[in-house]
């Protein structure tokens, strides 16, 4: 079913957009006038997926592509492969991307996709033969100049070399454009594995040095040790700062003296278990509990709620993940005056590293590593500066998440008032 939302939609709003943009809209952050054009997708498509499985049996698995916002070009957003996948959840994540890309200063709009599935419980012909079908299914509402891809929770460049491989075979033509996330090999950019990593490292630099904190000093506790969390604390620990926690779904390993990230990372690198350096082993929920500096939520969403709000000690936090932070835990930790770095500027390294990737399949020229690495830090920087800018500016007081929504709301119905009569 492929729903195009206009102004006339009556199909169920996204309650988390709502409830984020009234809120902001109340607190003075924002303009209540023509925020209807964020409260809502402009294209809202879900296809129940039949996949032949191994033993020849047929399952069928729901499946979704939100495009969220246009205005300011073609929209760009992963596929995540979860049990728990549902249209409400993708709208959310889609909304967030809009966000993010305005925020990040891309050419972008924003999207989500998603297909409720366990992967874990598929071989690779079956997971291939599922990969492929969401592109058959979708493929038309696809594109370079329309909607790219990118890989998300449970997706990785193996999947994105079947899925552009799958619209190639349907269209006819070499597009690597269509999808980013891909195998260098297959127009992949370099650097772009731990480009979400590598952006949140530049950002918190950037914070840190602002209020005057010294990295070596630093404390830092990381939820969540895969792929963002883990080259996360590698870059972090680099830079000179204290890594105290990380955590896996398995549970925590905390040392107040500092743990050995080196020996963490090449262990979670090889899948083996990170609770082997004689660190004391903690739970997730005592990990967003410690008396850290810094405590940065790079696991999934909803983790500091209002069950937990109240014991949160860190003094500031950097959201990794996407939606860590409920609304009612984040104005409780503004009241307390606990600076929230929004995931929306924290973890936009990933959608950086995207656009740069589509750039150079676009133009046909490839950049190295170092270049990558030196474009994503000087782009995020020049973001970071940009919030700075509107969260200091004298005539309102606003949080990180204020500036950031302001910054991307403003910049949205700019491009949305220079394509038809609604006033930016």
Known sequence: MDTDLGPTGTETLCDVCTT?????????????????????????????????????????????????????????????YHPSVNADEVDELAFLMSLKCAVANIPFGGAKGGIQVDPGELSEGELERLSRAYVKEYHENLGPNTDIPAPDVNTDSRIMAWMRDE???????????????????????EGREYATSLGGAVILDRFVDDVGMTREKTTVAI????????HLARFL??????VVAVSNVDGGAYDS????????FETSEGGDDIFEFGAEEISNAALLTLDVDVLIPAAIENQITENNMTDIRADVVLEMANGPTTARADTHLAEREIPVIPDILANAGG???????????TTNEYWTEKTVREKLT?????????LREIKTAPEMTRTWREAAYTRAVESVLRAEGYRSNVEG
Do not use: C
């Not at 349907?170 to 127009?187: D, M």
């Not at 500092?258 to 020996?263: F, Q």
């Open 223 to 230: 939820q969540g040790f895969g792929n963002v969390g883990s």
């Open 378 to 386: 000087a782009h995020l920087r020049g973001a970071y500066d940009d």
């Open 351 to 361: 959608v950086t590293a995207s656009y740069f990737e589509w750039v150079q399949n």
């Open 167 to 189: 619209y190639e075979s349907i269209t006819g033509r070499q597009t690597p454009g269509v999808i980013t996330g891909k195998p260098v090999e297959l127009g992949g950019s």
């Open 257 to 264: 003296n500092g743990l050995d990230v080196t020996a963490l």
């Open 20 to 80: 984020e943009l009234d809120r902001f809209s109340k607190a003075g952050a924002l303009a209540d006038r023509e925020l209807s054009l964020l409260r809502q997708p402009k294209r809202r498509i879900n296809v129940n997926i039949p996949v032949r499985m191994d033993d020849g049996s047929i399952e069928v698995f729901p499946s979704f592509r939100i495009q969220y916002n246009s205005a300011r070009g073609p929209t760009k957003g992963g596929i995540r």
């Open 237 to 242: 620990h680099d830079r000179g700062y204290d």
